[in-house]
């Protein structure tokens, strides 16, 4: 992913948000990619089964046109995160 993005329909910057995926009130939670197609679960009343294979959506929005662009990318490794840390402080 490019660090700075350009809308492909206007060529204007495009600003970094994310899809807000509205559950039960009153939780809140970024909207996820989940690898494969659609699966019913037989727990949860028939629901949807989520794979494993799952990362957050990261959105640009075109500060002009208002295009929508999506990355669902790996989140950060938190144990990689907190040894880089530990070595920083
Ligand atoms: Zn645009």
Redesign the pocket.
Known sequence: MPNELR??????D?KQGYVLELGEAPLLSVSQWIAGPPEKSSFFGGGLKLNKEQYPIKSFR??????LESYALPPPNPSFKKLADSLTN
């Open positions: 809308c492909p329909k206007c060529t204007a495009m075109c500060v002009r046109c208002g295009y």
